[in-house]
Structures are given as structure tokens and as C-alpha cells.
């Protein structure tokens, strides 16, 4: 039996290879042999014993046999994956210093060519925040533009939801596999969104989410678009990682500022207080937003 390289990084997934060694697979079979679209168990025999795995965990121990099921099964998965290099993965995730090799999704790929921006913010959203989060995402839809996030409660649900609601256009990527939804009572929004929006996940599908996940989901909303909007954020903060992400990245970031009494402010004014354009009014940030935006797409030889 045969696999395309595709198909074959996704059994090396089910076998457990790390992110770390699966990179050292696909550079190895680049490689190997350019020419060649399909690769058998001892092709993949011969690129394992070439690799040095030093800096990535112990080599890891495979016995170069795929059965029909799980051959079958890697078909399967390969139809609801898009790895590094195919048409629809994003140009955005290519300039991370840890690009995603590849992404299950459930859903409308062509989202990915929308303009797009990234909302963001705490879980414990106060009625402030809600009603921002709610304006902004409104605006944003009505502009045509996709909203990104992570599918977590507050924020996240919010602009998710609105997007839904108002007959727009959003993107979740999420922690775990996709036939996991975390929190579970986000299950209705995600199915939603699979069905009819677009999910967008790093693990197999049958992944139960680990605590390092949520960290490796931010740097994907922080990178797939030009422009980050945080709405809420305590110091130390999943959110104020993802914001710092959009640092590293060099993407704009938008900051809606707060009190300095009030604990969910005080990561989003340290933001601000460094650098970051606050949000004073939803008509405002959707001028700042349209900007960077039609920059963007410019740059990268596209209108908007």
C-alpha cells in the first residue's frame, strides 16, 4: 500500500510522532526524493533511519506496517486535512517561527481567503466588554470581514456567535480535535460553525485537549490574520499570550482600554501603556482596522 506524503505525515500522527519529529519526517522526505508523490512503508523505513532525532524526544518506535483499517482510516482523515504547502494553507502561517505542518478542519476553506481579524479577550467577560465585543463584531460583519478566534466562552463565544447571527463569516480554532468541543457548552456554537462556518484544529480528531494546546491554538489566532482586537485581559492571561504572540508576529493590535481599578483591564492597558492603538470607539477601530486591512491586502498584491 501506498500513501501520498500527506497521508503518510498523517499515520506518523496516529503512531504518536511529536510536532517536533514530524518535521524532521517531512524535511527528510523532501529530500528523499522530489519526483516522488507516493511513498511506501519501506520508503518511510528508509527516511526514519536517516534522520537524527537528537533535540527531539528518543527516535520514535515504529514497526513500518499499516493495516488496511488504519489505511483506510488515514484516507479518511486526509480528506479533512490541508497540510503546509497546499493550496489552502494560509501564506500568514508560513512566516510563524512554528508553522502548523498540518490542519483538520470541518467547514468552508474559501473563509480563508477573506479578510480577516482576530478577536480576543477573557472568558469572564464583564457586561462592558460583552456589549463592545458584540458592537465591534456587528461592525466587522457588516464590512464583510471574517472574524477569527478560539471558540472559549466570553469573548470568543460572543464574536463567534454574532458573526452566526448576523449572516456573517468565522473562523474557531480550537485546542483539541475537532470531535471535541471545549468548554461543552460551546458544542451547539461549534457544530454550528463546523457545519456552516469554518473549525480549524492542529491534532487528530479524536484529540482530547492537553494544557500546552491552548498555548499552540494562540499562536494560530494571533497568526493567521493582520490585526488582533483584545477586548479584556488579566496579566498573565491566555489572552495577553495570544496578544504577545501578535507582538512576536508583527501584527497590528487593537486594545479596548478599562479601568485601572478593575483586574480584567489591567493586562489590556499594559498593552496599550507599551504601545498598542486603544479602542475608543467601534467607529474608530473599524477605521483603524479598514487600514491595516487594505495595507495588507496591497502588500500581498490583493485588493481590498
Given amino acids: 500500500m501506498e500513501l501520498t ?31 516522488k508523490d507516493r511513498y511506501n512503508m519501506n520508503d518511510l523505513k528508509q527516511v526514519h533511519h536517516s534522520i537524527n532525532f537528537t533535540g527531539s524526544r528518543k527516535k520514535p518506535n515504529i514497526d513500518f506496517y499499516i493495516t488496511e483499517r488504519e489505511f483506510e482510516t488515514v484516507k479518511t482523515l486526509s480528506r479533512q486535512a490541508f497540510m503546509i504547502g497546499e ?5 500568514s502561517f508560513m512566516h510563524l517561527p512554528q508553522p502548523p505542518i498540518m490542519l483538520f478542519y470541518s467547514g468552508d476553506l474559501n473563509l480563508l481567503k477573506l479578510p480577516s481579524v482576530s478577536i480576543i479577550g477573557t472568558r469572564k467577560v464583564t ?3 460583552k456589549q463592545v465585543t458584540y458592537e465591534l463584531s456587528k461592525a466587522l460583519v457588516e464590512q464583510h470581514i471574517c472574524l477569527v478566534s478560539g471558540l472559549a466562552t466570553g469573548v470568543d463565544q460572543i464574536a463567534h456567535q454574532t458573526a452566526v447571527t448576523e449572516g456573517g463569516s468565522t473562523i474557531g480554532i480550537i485546542a483539541s480535535g475537532l470531535n471535541y468541543s471545549y468548554p461543552r457548552e460551546n ?37 493567521l490574520t493582520p490585526v488582533t482586537t483584545v477586548i479584556e485581559g488579566a496579566v498573565g492571561s491566555g489572552s495577553l499570550i495570544t496578544a504577545n504572540y501578535a507582538i512576536q508576529f508583527n501584527k497590528e493590535l487593537l486594545v479596548l482600554p478599562g479601568r485601572i481599578t478593575d483586574s480584567q483591564a489591567e493586562g489590556c492597558n499594559e498593552l496599550i501603556y507599551n504601545g498598542a492603538t486603544p479602542i475608543i470607539s467601534v467607529p474608530q477601530a473599524m477605521t483603524e482596522i479598514y487600514h491595516i486591512l487594505k495595507a495588507h491586502r496591497t502588500e500581498n498584491g490583493l485588493y481590498f
Fill in 5 to 35: 506524503l500527506k497521508e503518510t505525515l498523517i499515520w506518523l500522527m496516529t503512531k504518536g510522532v511529536s510536532y517536533q519529529q514530524l518535521w524532521k519526517y517531512l524535511r527528510q522526505f523532501v529530500q528523499f526524493e522530489y519526483s
Fill in 87 to 91: 493550496s489552502f494553507y494560509p501564506e
Fill in 187 to 223: 458544542m451547539p456554537l461549534q457544530s454550528e460553525m463546523a457545519a456552516n462556518q469554518l473549525v480549524l484544529s492542529e491534532y487528530l480528531p479524536d484529540s482530547k485537549i492537553k494544557k500546552h494546546h491552548f498555548v499552540m491554538r494562540n499562536r494560530l489566532v494571533a497568526g
Fill in 127 to 129: 457586561e462592558y466588554g
